[in-house]
């Protein structure tokens, strides 16, 4: 994967960190919505799993994020 697709990566897991913070959600509360165990989430999070993007859908969902695709500029 190329340094930018990661910092993208990096990017967007951070957003969803922050979200879940923002709405008050615990990962262990997160989890329990997605049916996910929680030591995927923390390595989803921690950047250390790729998720798939179904999986990154269902975790947008309930933290009222979503993704817009647009071109590069």
Do not use: F, H, W, Y
Not at 7 to 25: G, H, P, S, T
Not at 29 to 55: D, F, H, W, Y
């Amino acid at each position: 994967m190329s340094e930018k697709l990661i910092q993208k990566e990096k990017e967007l897991l951070k957003e969803i960190k922050k979200a879940r913070k923002e709405k008050k959600i615990s990962q262990r509360g997160l989890c329990a919505i997605l049916n996910m165990q929680q030591p995927s989430l923390v390595k989803i999070e921690n950047g250390r799993i790729s998720p798939q993007l179904n999986t990154l859908l269902k975790i947008l969902e309930p933290l009222g994020l979503t993704l817009i695709i647009t071109k590069d500029k």
